[in-house]
């Protein structure tokens, strides 16, 4: 098997402490009114910027460089740390679904056969976001399910959708339910019984994370599986668009919703002999309904009746827990990552976010995997995040108690690494609430500042990188890179990560700034970016952070950023 053992650097030390920072959802972007960090005050991060020109420079976090289909694909935190953490590209979960459909493999596989055992008598269910955000799934992927599923038996299949507007603009949930709806219309026409049973909006049902608040899966549940809901409908593009209209809902929190038939009896309940599929082929937001899905043993919610059904999952979503345990393609099989390695080479490790971005700093950074590789090296801390709230309320979020932990972990002599994941950018930049989100944007920098301190007192080593866009532009742009109109003249705010890639999105702000004044065992002062590396991404952090935990990275990672000069 292979050796855990690095090699040593042949010129820079061991034992440094290193405060590694991802800034969530902070990209670079030309200055404008809409970019969020040029409007906020952050000094500190200014200064890192003014700091000697081959100190920082900027990484790519978007498309094929994080494992993404296409070029058009904008980064996320999933694929954004899983290379950040791997130190290699991956094909990720949207490439690995797309090709098994496209293969037709998917159907052949051991998920998709246990679940077709249900096909004869029972019903499928599908759940999921409906989207084209290609984030945590894609209604194109869903279509070619659909149809597929009925190809190969099935009968009677039920939707559980789930809008977004936080991945794609708000509003367009009602034409992705059109274009869902018609693809069911003609599933109906050749004697499918295809319809959408329920509905809800993403974070307000069933799309939570990280445990944060179970109500929201509950939702999810009393109306995928009780049929049980606030508000009932005939279908899912009238759902929508009445809920936004009289709810006042945007598509993130529409409320729970079911579809009734001509006697207002629910469509769609998950009963015994069903099947049901998550298509979500990302992890993080489908973890929960699936422990609720598959655990018999289970005591988040009551769940009330708890169906016997096959269940799979798009993917398998978490690799230690080997959860679901039947899924439709095989996730991205992400092996030996930094984390791992630290841990056999007597680096001592931190990590700590609040609770909506802990799996980020943690699961996500070490392959989709939950718990510790060595709990006598690691040692993982979660801040609580305020929990029922939209994060524009608080827009300092966690950030300074975050920090805060971070230094004290680097003060204790006790830690190597001390990683961090600051959300403000992200969570703030998601509600589309520019005002809040400069707040945000200066609550990270002052997070920033806190480590940064504690780094200059020991000697150490600071990293500060980010994992994708989203704070740095907070409008649709045309191609001309000014804001896009809509039909009546106003802009559209981005409340997603961004998206374009010629302006922005593609480039992550990865800042580098070591301690150059350090004598002795310090820093060796020759380090520097290369110069040949000028697309480098996310997943070249990784071995760069081992060389200057003192050892060389293991031979198949993408190759480090700095180098050593003699002086
Ligand atoms: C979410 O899940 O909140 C968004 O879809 C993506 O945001 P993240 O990739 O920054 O977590
Ligand atoms: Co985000």
């Known amino acids: 098997g292979a050796s855990w053992k690095l ?16 800034l969530d959802g902070w990209g670079e972007a030309d200055a404008d009114q809409y970019n969020c960090i040029h409007v906020a005050e952050t000094p500190t991060m200014d200064s890192l910027k003014k700091g000697a020109p081959e100190k920082w ?52 596989g051991s998920g998709f056969k246990y679940i077709k055992e249900s096909f004869e008598t029972g019903t499928l269910h599908l759940i999921g976001l409906l989207s084209d955000g290609g984030v945590h799934s894609r209604l194109d992927q869903v279509v070619l399910l659909l149809n597929g599923a009925a190809k190969h038996g099935a009968k009677r299949i039920r939707l559980h959708v789930l809008t977004d507007g936080r991945d794609v603009l708000d509003g367009s949930s009602v034409g992705f339910a059109e274009t869902l709806e018609n693809e069911l219309a003609k599933l109906r026409e050749i004697g499918v019984d295809a319809q959408v049973a329920s509905g809800g ?55 729970p919703f079911v579809i009734v038939d001509d006697s207002g009896k629910p469509v769609g309940p998950i009963v015994d002999g069903d099947a049901v599929v998550t298509f979500n082929f990302r992890a993080d937001r489908m973890v929960m309904l699936a422990k609720a899905l598959e655990y018999a043993d289970f005591d988040k919610f009551d769940r009330v009746r708890v169906p016997k059904i096959r269940y799979a999952g798009m993917l398998q979503y978490d690799g230690e827990l080997k959860l679901p345990s039947h899924y439709l393609v095989d ?50 801390v979660e801040v609580p995040s305020d929990s029922g709230i939209t994060f524009n309320v608080q827009p300092k979020m966690k950030a300074v108690e975050i920090a805060e932990k971070a230094r004290d972990a680097i003060l204790s002599g006790k830690f190597q690494q001390v990683r ?19 707040v945000a944007c200066k609550a ?32 649709k742009r045309n191609k001309t890179g000014q804001p896009a109109l809509d039909k009546s003249g106003n802009i559209q705010i981005l409340t997603s990560h961004t998206l374009q890639p010629v302006l922005i999105d593609g480039f992550c702000f990865c800042l580098s700034r070591f301690q150059l004044q350090l004598e002795g065992p310090g820093l060796a002062p020759g380090v520097r970016f290369r110069k040949d590396l000028p697309s480098g991404g996310l997943a070249n952090v990784a071995a760069t952070v081992i060389n200057l935990h003192g050892f060389e990275a293991p031979a198949d990672y993408e190759p480090s950023l700095i180098e050593v000069v003699d002086n």
């Open 57 to 108: 420079r900027l990484v790519k976090a978007h498309g094929s460089a994080v494992g993404l289909p296409t070029e058009d694909d904008m980064g996320n935190s999933e694929v954004g740390h899983n290379a950040l953490g791997a130190g290699r590209i991956f094909a990720q979960g949207a490439k690995l679904v797309d090709s098994a459909l496209e293969t037709g493999k998917i159907y052949q």
């Open 444 to 475: 990270a920098d002052e997070a920033v500042k806190i480590m940064l301190d504690a780094i200059e007192q020991v000697g150490g080593i600071y990293v500060v990188t980010a994992d994708h866009g989203n704070a740095e532009d907070m409008v």
């Open 420 to 438: 961090v994941n600051l959300p403000n950018g992200d969570m703030v930049g998601h509600t589309g609430d520019i005002e809040a989100t400069v």
């Open 201 to 255: 909006g993403r974070m307000y049902v069933t799309m939570d994370r990280y445990e944060n608040d179970w109500e929201v899966v509950k939702r999810g549940w009393d109306a995928q599986v009780l049929g049980e809901a606030p508000h009932k409908f005939r279908n899912s593009v009238e759902a929508i668009k009445k809920l936004r209209t009289e709810a006042k809902a945007t598509d993130q929190y529409l409320p």
């Open 7 to 22: 090699a040593d650097h042949p010129k820079l030390p061991k034992g440094k402490v290193i405060g590694l920072i991802v």
């Open 331 to 380: 996730p991205p099989e992400i092996d030996r990552t930094s984390g791992e390695y630290l841990t056999y080479n007597g680096v001592h490790t931190f990590a700590c976010s609040e609770t909506v971005k802990f799996g980020h700093v943690t699961f996500f950074w070490n392959g989709n995997r939950s718990g510790y590789f060595n709990d006598k090296m690691e040692e993982y």
